[in-house]
């Protein structure tokens, strides 16, 4: 991190030796024309909506597949149809040497499929590897949707099938394979994807696209027991556990899980606030850890299957646009700069060895902000003197930058957005609206080190540097005003991205916190 500073720091002696400083005098905010726009848009102190769930979108689309932000937040919301492309391996675990007849469970890595591989010492198991033969079109439910556990990580399923969760059929997984097949069947579906310990496809017909590349008899991962009368297969296996947990790892970042291939321009998501909005208030005052799908209205149901199965039958491939990679691309430009800025303003974060006195701190929060808005910040563009003090804090003269910031990424979909499909619109807005706060918190922290004086750039013209430092008392009200914007924008945007070891975990602690996991007596695990 430290050679990081170091750069930064001979930025912004650069910037400033090379650029001088611009006087504010030269300022005129008539000269941007903001054609028809409505200045309220650029306001700099507006909030997002309370019960606006664009970020909630923008986070859950960010992460989908990918294990780390779904173990996270284990509730899913959003369903999304897509394929395993032609040519991937699947793996079954089972006790019969023969391929299921039945709807039945596949994982991604045998690491996952081999805890199923059950029998005596004499027989063993059996484990299966097959390869598709086709592509499998599949519907994948987000969050841990295969974990069987109550408060929620089921629900999206049980809204789809029975209209609402069903905590007795918790452990139900046949009742729940057989129904999703029987609805899944009539829209062309092969299967579904879901997440536990690691991914997992529930196949609904194994005599129709899959080949079988090997059938292999191995020591068995463990006894088999009767099933109980409720279906439930419990097992306690540590080291079992630990491998299937470690596949799932392979798998915590972007792009997720390779094997499947969704197809945002079909996406449909119990965050659609006009799709669903029985549970805007439900989800009032809520955590995002707490949103369920319970309270959800019969009508919300019943236009969400219309809407899925709408999307699944439609023909064509949507715009063409790759969203994923918008996802990504904005959240890359932004994610580690705003957490360098959050680290520096934070006082106990910080590095004790290196020295750096407040307003060092500041210009160096001022740089990165201004860095950020660079391709925005048009010639010219300052703050208005009034009575030789920039300090009026009218922000209007922001509104071009803070536009430029917040439209460039989507603005050219929007004029295309007849060629969008709904999916599509909705994907389009929630991008729209995390970006605009994203540059509304930016722009607000950037106009006020402006106002302070502290842009290496926008400087009020005054005899010396010293004379143009803000006071220890503006400074430190300056500071705390971007700590709370900070803050602010770092929890409405909670992108999983940020929740990490510090520093990275190494193998030995990696290794052993799985260890850990598996070796408590209460981490019973029920598949
Ligand atoms: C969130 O607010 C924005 C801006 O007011 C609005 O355009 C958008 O439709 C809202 N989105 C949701 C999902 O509520
Ligand atoms: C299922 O049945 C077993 C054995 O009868 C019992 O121990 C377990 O608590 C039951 N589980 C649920 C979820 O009802
Ligand atoms: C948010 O939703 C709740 C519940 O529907 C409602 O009472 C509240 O007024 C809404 N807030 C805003 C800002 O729209
Ligand atoms: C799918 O589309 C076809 C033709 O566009 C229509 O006849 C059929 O009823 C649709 N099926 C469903 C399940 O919506
Ligand atoms: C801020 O400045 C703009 C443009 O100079 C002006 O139209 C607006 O009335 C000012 N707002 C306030 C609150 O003074």
């Known amino acids: 991190m430290r050679s990081f500073y170091l750069v930064a720091w001979a930025l912004l002696a650069f910037s400033g030796a090379r650029a001088g400083q611009i006087p504010l005098a030269l300022s005129s905010t008539t000269r941007w024309n903001l054609q028809d726009d409505n200045a309220a848009s650029w306001d700099l102190d507006a909030l997002p909506s309370s019960n606006n769930t664009s970020h909630l979108l923008y986070d859950t689309i960010n992460s989908l597949l990918q294990h780390w932000p779904n173990t996270r937040y284990r509730n899913g919301h959003t369903l999304v149809p897509g394929t395993i492309p032609l040519g991937m391996l699947l793996y079954h675990g089972t006790s019969v040497p023969e391929v299921p007849k039945v709807p039945e469970w596949l994982a991604t890595d045998p690491e996952h499929s081999y805890i199923f591989s059950l029998g005596k010492e004499d027989t063993g198991g059996w484990h299966f590897t097959f390869v598709t033969t086709r592509p499998l079109k599949i519907l994948y439910f987000d969050g841990s949707s295969a974990a069987k556990v109550r408060g929620g990580a089921l629900d999206s399923q049980d809204v789809l099938l029975w209209g609402k969760p069903i905590p007795e059929w918790t452990f139900n997984e046949r009742k729940r394979i057989d129904g999703l097949c029987d609805w899944g069947r009539k829209l062309g579906l092969d299967g579904f994807a879901r997440m536990e310990m690691d991914f997992e496809i529930m196949l609904c017909d194994f ?9 292999l008899n191995l020591p068995p991962s463990m006894e088999e027991l009767p099933l109980p009368p409720n279906n439930t297969f419990i097992v306690d296996l540590p080291q079992l556990m630990t491998t299937a947990l470690e596949s799932g790892w392979w798998h915590n970042q972007y792009p997720g899980d390779p094997r499947i291939e969704l197809d945002l321009s079909r996406l449909v998501s119990f965050y ?79 590095e004790p060895e290196i020295p750096r006195s407040l307003i060092e701190t500041a210009k160096l929060v001022q740089q990165q902000l201004r860095i950020s808005l660079t391709p925005y910040i048009i010639n010219g563009a300052a703050p208005p003197m009034v009575d030789g003090d920039a300090g009026a804090r009218n922000h209007s003269w922001t509104a071009p930058i803070f536009k430029y910031c917040a439209t460039t990424h989507t603005n050219s979909f929007i004029a295309s957005s007849s060629k969008l499909t709904p999916s ?104």
């Not at 005599?207 to 059938?215: C, Q, R, T």
């Not at 989800?283 to 009508?299: D, F």
């Not at 899925?308 to 959240?331: C, E, H, Y």
């Not at 609206?433 to 994203?438: C, G, L, P, R």
Request: glycine fraction near 4%.
């Open 207 to 215: 005599s129709d696209g899959l080949a079988v590349v090997s059938k």
């Open 272 to 350: 659609d606030t006009s799709l669903v909005p029985s549970l805007v208030p439900v989800r009032h005052h809520q955590q995002r850890h707490e949103h369920r799908l319970e309270g959800i209205s019969p009508t919300d149901v019943k236009t969400v299957r219309e809407a899925l199965a709408l999307a699944l039958n439609r023909t064509g491939s949507g715009s063409g646009i790759n969203w994923r990679s918008i996802f990504r691309i904005i959240t890359l430009r932004y994610a580690d700069r705003l957490e360098l800025i959050r680290y520096l303003l934070n006082p106990t974060e910080l």
């Open 424 to 527: 599509e619109q909705l994907i389009l807005t929630a991008i729209r609206d995390t970006n605009k706060e994203i540059c509304r918190v930016i722009v607000k922290m950037w106009a006020e080190g402006v106002y302070e004086g502290l842009d290496p750039i926008l400087r009020q013209p005054s005899s010396s540097d010293s004379e143009s430092e803000p006071s220890p008392e503006a400074l430190g009200s300056l500071m705390n005003r971007w700590r709370v914007e900070i803050d602010r924008l770092f929890n409405w945007l909670d992108w999983s991205i940020w929740i990490k070891c510090r520093p990275a975990c190494g193998p030995e602690v990696r290794h052993s916190s799985v260890q850990n996991a598996a070796d408590d007596p209460h981490s019973v695990l029920t598949l």
